[in-house]
């Protein structure tokens, strides 16, 4: 991977004391933003939110301190993109090519496109498309956009647009880890009714009432609105997070055993993460034509309570 010119990426992009690049220990370039309302930083690699703090709050995303910064790996916590597929690769191409588990966005540069910013408003627009190195695990030509706008919330919005001559499958999803004070002390609102599967098993069940996490969790919820909040006693701040473009939430936390499989968490960072994460999977993967286009928006907003 080519380092990136920080020099230009400020002169072209950047602006001083609101937009502002930087390289990060691997030489991969990171972008923060900061405005009256927030600051918010992004790394171009991934196209991967790492931080976000809403004035007077503190951080609203989890990063785990063993995440690995490296070409070709993902980048534990903060908002990773899972994308064309969420979860393991249902199709291939090549089947002597390892498909990365919930796609290759995450591990690719973006190219940034555009940078904007009034007195209250920072946006940054991404893009991602076909290379010889998709067609290699994907071979489909597509657009792939990515905006992140902050201002009193944060907004993500991917728009999946179909370039090739034949329509594909499309899973995907964002994948936010909140960083909460201790799992103990959270509850998840929003889910009452909703039908859930704990993966893998497929049976359906039905939440009743709040979620509070006792134990390793890997839910696929369909809730009846498009809103949900984690709450969090300790830290006495909500975080509301409200999508479109899709009727599915994963609720994930690894728990005590499963989380000792993953080298890049410590055996008690699942105290301190909750992962809610708006997706288009199973029933709710999309199909899109050619020329055809899908937006997946999440907006996330926190406050004291
Ligand atoms: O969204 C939940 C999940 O798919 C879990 O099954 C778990 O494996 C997690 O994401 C993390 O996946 P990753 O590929 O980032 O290790």
Request: net charge neutral; charged share 20%; hydrophobic share 35%.
């Amino acid at each position: 991977m080519p380092s990136p010119d920080i020099p230009l990426l400020n002169r072209r992009f950047g602006s001083a004391g609101r937009i502002m690049f930087r390289s990060d220990e691997a030489g991969l370039p990171i972008v923060s933003l900061v405005n009256t309302y927030a600051a918010c930083e992004v790394s171009l690699y991934g196209g991967h939110v790492l931080d976000y703090r809403p004035a007077g709050l503190g951080p609203v995303l989890f990063v785990s301190k063993r995440a690995v910064f490296e070409p070709g790996k993902p980048i534990r916590g903060g908002i990773p993109i899972c994308w064309p597929w969420f979860g393991k690769a249902e199709q291939t191409v090549l089947p002597a090519v390892p498909l990365p588990l919930h796609g290759f966005a995450r591990i690719m540069q973006w190219n940034l496109s555009e940078t904007e910013y009034t007195a209250n408003t920072t946006e940054l627009r991404l893009s991602l498309s076909d290379s010889e190195l998709t067609r290699q695990i994907w071979d489909f030509a597509f657009a792939l956009k990515l905006r992140i706008r902050l201002e009193q919330h944060l907004t993500l919005e991917l728009v999946t647009e179909n370039r090739d001559t034949r329509p594909f499958d499309l899973s995907q999803g964002f994948h936010p880890y909140f960083r909460v004070s201790d799992i103990s002390a959270v509850s998840v609102h929003g889910l009452n009714g909703a039908t859930f599967t704990n993966h893998p098993s497929p049976q359906r069940e039905q939440q009743h009432g709040t979620l509070t996490l006792q134990g390793e969790t890997n839910r696929i919820y369909t809730p009846e609105k498009n809103e949900i909040a984690i709450r969090d006693e300790k830290l006495k701040r909500a975080t509301l997070i409200t999508f479109s473009g899709t009727r599915n939430v994963v609720v994930w936390n690894p728990w005590a055993e499963r989380i000792k499989t993953f080298d890049d968490l410590a055996p008690d960072d699942y105290t301190r993460m909750l992962c809610v994460e708006p997706a288009n999977l199973g029933d709710t993967s999309i199909t899109l034509d050619p020329n055809e286009r899908h937006t997946l928006r999440m907006d996330i907003q926190a406050r004291l309570t």
